[in-house]
T-cell receptor, first 112, second 111 residues
Framework: SQTIHQWPATLVQPVGSPLSLECTVE??????LYWYRQAAGRGLQLLFY??????ISSEVPQNLSASRPQDRQFILSSKKLLLSDSGFYLC???????????FGQGTRLTVV | SQQGEEDPQALSIQEGENATMNCSYK?????LQWYRQNSGRGLVHLIL?????REKHSGRLRVTLDTSKKSSSLLITASRAADTASYFC???????????FGKGTLLTVNP
């Protein structure tokens, strides 16, 4: 069966520090991968999606980036965190571009 | 920008009652999906309805889709306290690969 792992579960980082959140999927190949951010009490904002290695589409600027170094690994990064980067980050995968998505348990990021 | 918008934003009912949530969207879709999120957790997929389907059932869940009105509804029958969660609709457009979510409906089922 397929599983998705996302870590860490919580993170407190100072403003200006770098960020690296990792997500891996097991039990499937060539998944579509997504990073979402959820502000408190709000919906999900799509940040990045990837349909294959090296293929990353960005939905939001500038301060965040994503990479897919391996087929089932998706990394969200920032060189310098802002206070506004605080939120709940969710990684997800789907088998095809329009099928149901399966989510990790999320990372609660607080930038102080 | 949000593709789907759920209504109401919050809903409080008694155990045993039915809960209905609505979703409206803007563009042509391939399918529409409903998800559930317990507080502080990841989302769990509930049901997917394709654009050529009008109604779908899964256990106590019933989803309808009206593509002419660009709207969908999720009905949870005989609700339980354990159904307390946020419910989101997500649309998979025809034109791209983005699965975009609305802001959700917070359902509280009181025992």
């Amino acid at each position: 069966s397929q599983t998705i792992h996302q870590w860490p579960a919580t993170l407190v980082q100072p403003v200006g520090s770098p960020l690296s959140l990792e997500c891996t999927v097991e039990g499937t190949s060539n998944p579509n991968l997504y990073w979402y951010r959820q502000a408190a009490g709000r919906g999900l904002q799509l940040l990045f999606y990837s349909v294959g290695i090296g293929q990353i589409s960005s939905e939001v600027p500038q301060n965040l980036s994503a990479s897919r170094p391996q087929d089932r690994q998706f990394i969200l990064s920032s060189k310098k965190l802002l206070l506004s980067d605080s939120g709940f980050y969710l990684c997800a995968w789907s088998k095809t571009t329009r099928s149901e998505a399966f989510f990790g348990q999320g990372t609660r990021l607080t930038v102080v | 920008s949000q593709q789907g918008e759920e209504d109401p934003q919050a809903l409080s009912i008694q155990e045993g009652e039915n809960a209905t949530m609505n979703c409206s969207y803007k563009t042509s879709i391939n399918n529409l999906q409903w998800y559930r999120q317990n507080s502080g957790r990841g989302l769990v997929h509930l049901i997917l309805i394709r654009s050529n389907e009008r109604e779908k059932h899964s256990g106590r869940l019933r989803v309808t889709l009206d593509t002419s009105k660009k709207s969908s509804s999720l009905l949870i029958t005989a609700s339980r306290a354990a159904d307390t969660a946020s419910y989101f609709c997500a649309t998979a457009p025809d034109s791209n690969y983005k699965l975009t979510f609305g802001k959700g409906t917070l359902l509280t089922v009181n025992p």
